[in-house]
């Protein structure tokens, strides 16, 4: 961008330094980390959004209507929203013991979820073996 008043002639213009986004959560104030950008909320509602997803998951699988590709989905999803939780905890955010708390919290959360699904697949692949053994 050129500045066009400038008295010596066209000069360009600093450019405006981007407005930090505030969380998407309805009432919240607070500013979005750089690393959680995409999800549109700050770290707060970051966690309880995915622990509220991981619950909502694990009910679908308890259910017993989820698919290989759900399983496939779900894996995917723990997997990714760790890497995000990891990099926005370990940025230079400072956080209040009652947040790191919070933080620890969601990654159990998503480690139970891997754990509890790889228990489920186990368990749904020894009852498709066992009918096939007892035709034999």
């Known amino acids: 961008m050129l500045d066009d008043d400038a008295p010596d002639g066209p000069k360009p213009r600093a450019a405006a330094s981007p407005r930090p986004a505030t969380c998407g959560s309805p009432g919240c104030t607070a500013t979005v980390p750089p690393q959680l950008g995409s999800e549109r909320f700050c770290l707060l509602h970051f966690t309880l959004s995915v ?63 891997r754990e509890y699904l790889d228990e489920v697949s186990h368990t749904v692949a020894a009852e498709e073996i066992r009918p096939r053994r007892a035709r034999a």
């Not at 909502?56 to 723990?78: D, K, L, Q």
């Not at 370990?90 to 933080?103: A, E, F, I, N, P």
Request: proline letters at 0%; glycine letters at 2%.
């Open 51 to 113: 622990e509220q997803r991981c619950a909502e998951m694990r009910r679908r699988i308890v259910s017993g209507t989820a698919s290989e590709a759900y399983f496939a989905e779900v894996r995917s999803y723990a997997t990714a929203q760790s890497l995000t939780l990891a990099r926005a905890a370990t940025s230079d955010l400072h956080l209040t013991d009652q947040m790191k708390k919070r933080v620890l919290s969601t990654f159990l959360t998503l480690m139970n979820q």
